[in-house]
């Protein structure tokens, strides 16, 4: 190679890198841009209510007194809620997604199905919202309860829950299904023994994105219309007779914390406002946590995966 | 029983057997025999067929849609052709066992690897199970190297001890016929030399149909060999006849090298 | 040997075994009602929007829906245009589109080719983190940080703005953008990355000539996932955008989104079968149109630009 | 289940929450009380389907509300509990100090929408600066009361405004915008006072009155203020938990009230509520109207006639 | 310039050249010249580091962390050590051209594919582009077969098609070496056998570095031949002594197929 050629492809090369310097530069303040919204986003809160976090936040009723009004019956009705939400699209979630990954014959009617679920994942929540107004609270005459709410919300996240077991089972690769099928055992003994054992923490993970959004979400559970002041606990689901179970709670009327939070903010008084900030910042933890673990799962199955 | 000339007894056979994959013909009119408690290699170029009509012996095709089988493949002693309709797939999975290219043991632990094929089978006793996986294991040559960790996962098995666990795995539930694909090529010198070593000493106890694309091997474990090319098996018989006198050219071209 | 006919059998993954069919095809049938729900869902939003809708209609003229310029069904006047909602659904979206689009794209860009895996394992589940905040916590950034900033830098710009929360609505969906498009850009396989590179080119030249080329279909897939969420995006413009119909596409007037007046209407909890109340039942179809609008796009998309390595 | 299901106006909740806390903790948790936000209207409808013991009213029940109730045969009893200022408010900054009625009317009515937008429109005397309005939600029954007081017909209003339920957005609105106006409860005027400016409203005897407890009482400040109500279904009303409620309520509604920034009642108006219930005295005083500008001797005066 | 024995011009040479994958020891001290205009094949078991060392000469390694290079890969005629700090790897790439296992053709056009290399170092000049593409597509014997159809995607062509794609790819910015890992392996024979010929005739152009695990092919298409095993070169010579005359025992225990 010539002297000269070796310049012409030195200079060429620093042009080239002058660009990918830019860009990375670009980049990089991109990142920051969304690294600093959330650094604001989260001091706003920290410092506006911070000082409202105390162990009598947890345990006070909401109450017209700021400093004596706390999350009490707002984070029970999002245990409660996200316990049905849960109890609904988990086991339909999974059952939904071993269908379409595992039985599901190449037709029309699948294909109707996978099309449906997609489509599903892009309606906007608000939409949701609507549905339980006309079919759980109307139609099905649920009200304004704990049920509709779930049952709305679960089916918010089927779409999350029934992809995440769909990826996960396709993670598994296809010699672990023959090594179980080539010793005779049947598709439910494969699907059973192994497919969903191995794709649990797969499964898991989109389970809880799922539950993190849901307990987040504001417009449908404003939609079915459960703005109140409820300063009492929905009836125990367990009791201390026989059969130990109780599921009046259902159909109790309830408050979450997006919703109590959002009262909060609607009151004239400055001191709600603080009130607000915290329970939006508790809020904001509940989903953090729930996404960081999801996000640990994630990562502990890309380590510990081993076929 | 059936037997060949030279009246031997045959564990299974397939007669004008045809596959084909949706529309693509991939086995055309296959007969061959698999001698009992011999080993027979199937050999050839990729992608000729040997995996799938391997494959067929136990109806892995069933598995997946569009997959066609035609003509028979007659399991011995009770001649039953496991193609029929009748038959049930997954009694064929309980007879003829299978080891695949890649290990594929389950993560769970060794024992329930071990246990599985006889859990399928609906046995529960603890000491029984124990038995036959002690059985199964030392039958793998694996025994020794686990017995002490039968509860670790079977993942931290290094790739020879698992296709070994693979093996006893298929042993512990007592296969009639046991099938193996490639069993090494995804594996390092020592642990084939290792497999192979398993291989010839199972060749008394069980019937083994075995796919390899690495032909010392096939000379070293096999008493008879079947050359495939195309979707046909262009030559069969004695494994020292068709590496040393090959009848066909195809056969000697692809044996020296000259071809694949 | 005696001769069995020959038989064509075709795959079936099912057993013969008369008992154990039974099971498994039960089994089966079980499974396929859990799927079936996702489409029984979808066919009550229909039912809901449509039966609602149509009560709707019953009173208010179609063309009136589709041209009035003003939305005020509420008043004793009513008017029934839903052009000032889509109007604000179409901008607070654009605004929000302006910023996440670019933003997620280089974001995407820069953790799939630039950055170091160390750099990437921490600021994905960061970024992932931030698209888990629920948005009516971004609601009130939007309207208690962000607009006032504005206001600092733009002083004729109202206390409530599309701008503002459209601004916000994008920072809220970079998430899924950058997440989404990086996702893509990494199942692109190194092989096509070793033959860029081996051309010499720089990471940036292989960023922008092969590997997005090559991811384009997820990459698009995403932007259209983050078009229906802004559409649909409802707390954030409820909150910050002014709760206003206005028939303006100018991002610095308040205006109020289909979302937004559903969710205003929901607030207020409008008495069952009044025309208030199916009014909220005709937006929400405009709402659902829309979106499925973009998600019949996306499909045709992904055909249309399947990943061709 | 020991419950009290009360829902309805926005205006009258912080008065029933206020109640509803206290009580349940004076109970001890035995009695549950719900309260919900739907709106007179919403509370109205719920109340005369029979799905609430108790409905919080902003305005008297109107002639179509009376009738759904009897349809299905619901009576109920009528008690106001406090008197709330409607109050219209614009920025600090603001050189606006006094609106009459009439000025209230060319800002606000239909005719209004998208031709009156600079404040010198509505007066020659006004800056010339764009107005910006900030108003209730078409849902509620402040935006009835404000309608009907000062377009003489409820719910006629122009819709080019920043609407909210949430009035603390309101108060949001115009505090960071020197050329708005806005309106809601006095409750959120009072406890925004830093941030807004009260304007006075041209009575009817031609003064302008700022909105506070003493003009709401002395009734000048007209028509902007208003009487807010409970009504109670007469069958839950035998419940005793209901009636301890209830009861509850207009012993401590006073109080209450004011804490929560509303203007009570002479203490006779609570102690004849009580007499109402014990005489059994169904219906509303109100024939079923929209009324603007009661004052609360009059409230009295028909009380008392009833 | 230097040169071996047999005084010819030595395009490269690796000088003591180790390779570490983190603190896997993938190659030792390599000492191997790359003829001038002739082919070197790389043979030897799987695992032995042959595509490692390919993948040196043009610094693919930087692409993944934790890889280290030590000792030198000097290139001629300019003496350069390639794997100086001070050495820029893009210019190292832009000089040293590969051809990988698989075909990769960029999701573009076919025309694009050539025009890569151009683009990137700068060329805009459309005629000029032309040319250089023709030459390059008639180099890699594809011109006859893609001429009327430069603007279609590149992955619809065949195999063997977007294999020679990739070759006229690299030799469109006139690479001085060409380094070729396994260029058949992902081939049918007929396509195989294309891309050899392809080779042959290259030869006399370009400097080239092959890996291939078949040896009929080392034997065929190459001028010398390094055999490797166990991350070292155990033998280098002229291809047809390497082959029939091997000095070291592994050398014949490998081409005789009694390993590996
Ligand atoms: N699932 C399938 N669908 C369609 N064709 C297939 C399928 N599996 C294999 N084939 C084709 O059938 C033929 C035989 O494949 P098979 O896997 O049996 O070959 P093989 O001899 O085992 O090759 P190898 O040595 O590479 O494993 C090949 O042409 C292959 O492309
Ligand atoms: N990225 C990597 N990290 C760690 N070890 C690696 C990596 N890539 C390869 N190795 C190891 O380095 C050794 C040499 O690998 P290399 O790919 O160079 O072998 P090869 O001779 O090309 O084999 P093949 O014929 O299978 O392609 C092998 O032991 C391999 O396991
Ligand atoms: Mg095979
Ligand atoms: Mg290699
Ligand atoms: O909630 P309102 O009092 O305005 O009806």
Redesign the interface.
Known sequence: MKANELDQIRSVIKTNKRADLIFALAGFLALMVGVMAFVTLFGEMLANGWERINPDFFSNFPSRRAANAGILSAWVGSLLVMLVTALSAIPLGIAAGVYLEEYAPKNWMTDLIEINVTNLAGVPSIVYGLLALGVFVYTFGFGQSILTAGLTLGLLILPVVIVSTREALRAIPIHIREGAYGVGATQWQVVSDHLVPYATPGIMTGVIIGMSRAIGETAPIITIGALTFIAFLPPSPITDTAPFLNFEWLFSGFTVMPIQMFNWTSRPEEAFQQNAAAAGLILVLMTLMMNAIAIWLRYRLRKSISW | MSTTEQNLPVKAFTRDFNFYYGSFHALKSINLPVIEKHVTALIGPSGCGKSTLLRSFNRMHDLYPGNRYQGEIVLNPDNTNILDTRVDPIEVRMRVGMVFQKPNPFPKSIYENVAYGLRVRGEKSRSMLDDKIEDALRGASLWNEVKDRLNQPATALSGGQQQRLCIARCLATDPELLLFDEPTSALDPIATANIEELVTQLRDRVTILIVTHNMQQAARVSHYTAYMYLGEVVEYGITDEVFLRPKKKETEDYITGRFG | MNSIPATTVVSDRLARNVQRNIRERAIESILFGAALVSVLTTLGIVWVLVSESLNFFEHVPFSDFLTDTMWTPLFSEPRYGILPLLMGTITTSLVALVVAIPLGTVIAAYLSEFASARVREIVKPFLELLGGIPTIVYGYFALTVVTPVLQAIYPDLPGFSMLSAGLVMGIAIVPYISSLTEDAMRAVPMSLREGAYGMGSTRFQTAIRVVIPAALSGVLSAYILGISRAVGETMIVAVAAGMQPNFTMDPTEPAQTISAYIVQVALGDLPHGSIGYQSIFAAGLSLMLMTLLFNILGHVIRRRYREAY | ?VLVKV?GSSTV??VT??V??DF?KAQK?AV????????T??GF??FCRGETDISNASRPILKKEMEECAKLGIKYYELPVAFDALTVVVNPKSKINQLTVEQLKKMWE?AA?GKVSNWNQVDASFPDAPL?LFGA????GTFDYF?EAVTG?????R???????????L???????VN?LGYFGY??Y???KAKLKAVAIVNSKGKAVLPSEQTVIDGSYNPMARPIFIYVNEKSLERPEVRQFVEFYMKNGPKLAS???YVPLPAKAYQGNLEHLAKKKLGTVFGGDAEVGVTIEELMSREAKM
């Open positions: 289940n829902d909740y912080p929450e206020a509803a806390e349940q948790g549950k009380v719900t309260v919900g936000i739907s709106g209207g919403g409808k719920k239909p929408q910006k939600g078409s849902d509620s309608t017909k409820a719910k006629s209003s819709g080019d405004y920043t609407a909210s339920e949430d009035d603390n957005v108060v949001q609105g115009v505090s960071r915008d708005a409750a959120y009072y406890e925004n804490e929560v920034k």
